[in-house]
């Protein structure tokens, strides 16, 4: 059962405005209630399948916006340099994308392009700027030629996850042509924050409709209910289940 207790479930969001916080956990809490065993076997390569692609990119969504947020709470309203966040997203989401691709080539027996992406996440952080861009930038383009591959997004490659390593390489690159000493305020992150966390929930709004076509079991009338629950907004405003969200 999801608890709907008013508690935030992450430290370094609990400073934003009570509707910012309260929306990103409701996202957070939608995400594990789909991904729980109770419930992810009933979409897991089940119609719909937009229902999968969809929900990869929320959750990727959602990563980026609580790293913002843990951004802003940092930097109390003065200056902050987010190159070292950027960079660390963009080695992170490299190596996802890399394990993803290096799976896929093991499985069809393709050495010669495995060894380029068999990196560990060591591997990749010991590369210098310059040179993880362009790690990065390659293991993206390879991604995008693999994900239209038989089998290669059951394994991980998949469009969701070649556009959210686009986005942190064009981040990441964005701020290696700013001085140091331009940073970002956080009121900026905090504008940023309620832009990013508007898309999350209009993508949730696209999943209400595709979950409540999980109706043909008992387990997807079980996983609909968890789902609705979700998506109960935890304030006084807005507290029921679909909520517009619009306050």
């Known amino acids: 059962m999801v608890s709907r207790s008013r508690r935030t479930t992450q430290p370094h969001i609990r400073n934003m405005?009570?509707?910012?916080s309260n929306q990103l956990n409701m996202v957070g809490?939608?995400?594990?209630?789909?991904?729980?065993?109770?419930?992810?076997?009933?979409?897991?390569?089940?119609?719909?399948?937009?229902?999968?692609?969809?929900?990869?990119t929320v959750e990727i969504g959602y990563k980026i916006a609580l790293g913002k947020a843990a951004?802003?709470?940092?930097?109390?309203?003065?200056?902050?340099?987010?190159?070292?966040?950027?960079?660390t997203t963009l080695e992170n989401t490299a190596h996802v994308l890399a394990?993803?691709?290096?799976?896929?080539?093991?499985?069809?027996?393709?050495?010669?392009?495995?060894?380029?992406?068999?990196?560990?996440?060591?591997?990749?952080?010991?590369?210098?700027?310059?040179?993880?861009?362009?790690?990065?930038?390659?293991?993206r383009n390879l991604g995008q030629v693999i994900q239209a591959e038989e089998n290669a997004s059951a394994r991980g490659v998949t469009a969701a996850r070649v556009e959210a390593l686009t986005?942190?390489?064009?981040?990441?690159?964005?701020?290696?042509?700013?001085?140091?000493?331009?940073?970002?305020?956080?009121?900026?992150?905090?504008?940023?924050?309620?832009?990013?966390?508007?898309?999350?929930?209009e993508q949730l709004r696209d999943l209400d409709d595709l979950v409540?076509?999980?109706?043909?079991?008992?387990?997807?009338l079980r996983f609909i209910a968890a789902w609705e629950k979700a998506r109960v907004l935890i304030d006084r405003v807005s507290a029921h289940p679909f909520s517009t969200l619009s306050n």
């Open 17 to 20: 405005n009570i509707r910012l």
């Open 29 to 56: 809490t939608c995400l594990r209630v789909a991904q729980s065993r109770d419930h992810s076997s009933v979409w897991l390569g089940q119609e719909p399948r937009d229902f999968s692609t969809d929900l990869s």
């Open 71 to 87: 951004l802003a709470d940092t930097s109390k309203g003065g200056a902050h340099d987010a190159r070292t966040q950027a960079e």
């Open 99 to 139: 394990r993803a691709l290096a799976l896929h080539f093991k499985k069809t027996n393709d050495r010669a392009r495995r060894v380029s992406v068999d990196l560990t996440h060591t591997q990749i952080v010991q590369l210098r700027e310059n040179d993880l861009v362009a790690k990065a930038t390659d293991i």
């Open 167 to 201: 986005r942190a390489i064009e981040a990441f690159q964005a701020l290696q042509r700013k001085p140091r000493s331009r940073t970002l305020t956080r009121s900026t992150l905090l504008r940023e924050l309620e832009t990013d966390t508007a898309a999350l929930i």
């Open 212 to 220: 409540l076509q999980f109706d043909g079991s008992a387990a997807g």
